[in-house]
């Protein structure tokens, strides 16, 4: 139950394009739902995050999209650059469990030129 | 923009052999933990630490683990006696408070054991 799913496990994409990954959750008890962007050797850095009571955030290229009935929420990256090149990681939290987070699996993207 | 320093970056060490590595928070942040990616995985929850006491700790944290914040800036990880399988980055996080602030993660320390 305190597993989060991501998919895909790797993604290419065109320059210009839109980046989609997806995750979904089980523990209703989250309720803060990070994106993590790690480059090799990095620690992850905080992309974007979102709270249930929104549907949707936006800042800049990066969009959250989360359905609270459907527990899943995915990251859409607009206009996709070779820089963005990373690995993304999605992750639940709950205030109850002092924000302990629990990240997907990774997805790693490649933006081709 | 503050950041959450760790050293060292990278440490080799023989199997059985106490390792610390360490972290300096973010100054005003009162909530740090410790996660691990061992190579090519997720990243793992290790423990979380606030007022001077564990929070909440994975069933990987085991005896063999131990946090410590011993001077007020700083924040260890203790590793008693390494195995093979303890090979990881091992990354501080901290926040300023639990109610959805920016966790901020350090680079990381990358532990071989050998």
């Known amino acids: 139950q305190q597993q989060v799913k991501q998919s895909p496990q790797s993604l290419i994409v065109q320059k210009g394009g839109i980046s989609i990954i997806n995750c979904a959750y089980e523990n209703t008890a989250f309720d803060y739902f990070p994106w993590y962007q790690q480059f090799p050797g990095k620690g992850p850095a905080l992309l974007i995050a979102i709270r249930p009571d929104v549907s949707e955030k936006k800042e800049g290229r990066f969009t959250i999209s989360f359905n609270k009935s459907a527990k899943q929420f995915s990251l859409h990256i607009m206009d996709s650059q070779p820089g963005d090149s990373a690995t993304y990681f999605c992750?639940?939290?709950?205030?109850?469990?002092?924000?302990?987070?629990?990240f997907g699996t990774g997805t790693r993207l490649l933006v081709s030129p | 923009e503050p950041e959450v320093t760790q050293t060292p970056s990278h440490q080799v060490t023989q199997m059985g052999q106490e390792v610390i590595l360490r972290c300096v928070p973010i100054s005003n942040h009162l909530y740090f933990y410790w996660y691990r990616q061992i190579l090519g995985q997720k990243v793992e929850f290790l423990v979380s630490f606030y007022n001077n006491e564990i929070s909440e700790k994975s069933e990987i944290f085991d005896d063999q683990f131990s946090v410590e914040r011993p001077d007020g800036s700083n924040f260890t990880l203790k590793i008693r006696s390494t195995k093979l399988e303890d090979s990881a980055m091992y990354f501080c996080a901290s926040s300023v408070d639990i109610s959805g602030n920016t966790i901020y993660f350090g680079e990381g320390s990358w532990l071989t054991v050998v």
């Open positions: 992750a639940a939290g709950s205030k109850a469990g002092f924000q302990k987070l629990v």
